[in-house]
């Protein structure tokens, strides 16, 4: 069982940057795959970014690639998202999402992850 929190979010104009992060309660966090995802209201839940257990590897949405990069910190049992250049459309509630697993497979899908955090709200004004 492991326990999910962000942080980091806010208001931001057009163009600026946030770093999300997330923190972990799990005392075996380095078995868990994590992911970041966002709902805008009246939309599906999306995928934003993913990174297996090491850190070794990362995948994006092609929304996001080349702004978002997410990292975790192993030791912190953190993970973040630093968000830049961002844009209006990038408004949404931003969850952490972590995903058990032995084989370190990152998930791309929001059923392949079993926990949740409760939700940051990013804003960008225009």
């Known amino acids: 069982q492991v326990q999910l929190v962000e942080s980091g979010g806010g208001l931001v104009q057009a163009g600026g940057s946030l770093r999300l992060a997330c923190a972990a309660s799990a005392r075996t966090f380095s078995m868990y795959a994590m992911g970041w995802f966002r709902q805008a209201p009246g939309k599906d839940r999306e995928f934003v970014a993913a990174i297996t257990l090491t850190g070794g590897n990362t995948y994006y949405a092609d929304s996001v690639k080349g702004r978002f990069t997410i990292s975790r910190d192993n030791a912190k049992n953190t993970v973040y998202l630093q968000m830049n250049s961002l844009k209006p459309e990038d408004t949404a509630v931003y969850y952490c999402?972590?995903?058990?697993?032995?084989?370190?497979?990152?998930?791309?899908?929001?059923?392949?992850?079993?926990?949740w955090g409760q939700g940051t709200q990013v804003t960008v004004s225009s």
């Open positions: 999402a972590g995903r058990r697993t032995l084989t370190g497979a990152a998930g791309l899908t929001t059923n392949q992850y079993g926990y």
